[in-house]
């Protein structure tokens, strides 16, 4: 498995302003993702994130509006601009390992984001 | 959209009984995952079962998964306080060519 951590662990923000989340892996991993979890709601992924290409979103999310960067093999960075109180929500991102059971994803603890 | 539904949404129960939840998927599978989520932090994965199996033990866990119904079922046996959390089933992640599509989710609470 490999051991996720997440920055900041939760923040509260002013609308219109905008923040970058930070996730970095202990082991080199080609595939990242990251989910959004509104409020009460199971998790929405936002996009995936391979080392060496452009982020591939899902539908209904943009790039203007969640930037991606994933620089290297352990880390990359969500950034959600021009928040607004609907952005409230955990960010989480995830891992599939390399090796092994490549069918499960390993989840960093979240960040929860409040905008108010 | 949600590939998979849960019921029940919450469910409560005695510490020591058993807690059954389930899961409803639309589209064919290769496998469904089951997480675990406490308080709304991470997701820490608990088991996951391929298609061409039945039934799958993991210490006081038990899943079930049933690929005419489009159903799986989780089973906590001699649940504990510690088991407080919300638990999501999740298909895809096809070795890791795919992504993770997760259920509405059940949250289950432990009373002491």
């Known amino acids: 498995s490999a051991v996720i951590s997440q920055k900041p662990s939760r923040d509260i923000c002013q609308r219109g302003t905008s923040l970058t989340i930070q996730c970095q892996v202990d082991s080199q991993v080609t595939m990242m993702f990251w989910y959004r979890q509104q409020p009460g709601q199971s998790l929405t992924l936002i996009a995936t994130a391979n080392q060496g290409s452009e982020a591939t979103y899902e539908s209904g999310f943009v790039i203007d509006k969640f930037p991606i960067s994933r620089p290297n093999l352990t880390f990359s960075t969500l950034t959600v601009s021009n928040m607004s109180p609907e952005d409230s929500s955990i960010y989480l991102c995830?891992?599939?390992?390399?090796?092994?059971?490549?069918?499960?994803?390993?989840f960093g603890p979240g960040t929860r984001l409040t905008v108010l | 959209s949600q590939q998979g539904e849960e019921d029940p949404q919450a469910l409560s129960i005695q510490e020591g009984e058993n807690a059954t939840m389930n899961c409803s998927y639309k589209?064919?599978?290769?496998?469904l995952q089951w997480y675990r989520q406490n308080s709304g932090r991470g997701l820490v994965h608990l088991i996951l079962?391929?298609?061409?199996?039945r039934e799958k033990h993991s210490g006081r866990l038990r899943v079930t998964l049933d690929t005419s119904k489009k159903s799986s079922s989780l089973l906590i046996t001699a649940s504990r306080a510690a088991d407080t959390a919300s638990y999501f089933c999740?298909?895809?992640?096809?070795?890791?060519?795919?992504?993770?599509?997760f259920g509405t989710g059940t949250r289950l609470t432990i009373i002491p």
């Open positions: 995830s891992v599939t390992p390399d090796r092994g059971l490549r069918d499960t994803q390993y």
């Open positions: 589209t064919s599978i290769n496998n």
């Open positions: 999740a298909t895809g992640g096809n070795f890791g060519n795919e992504k993770l599509t």
């Open positions: 079962i391929r298609s061409n199996e």
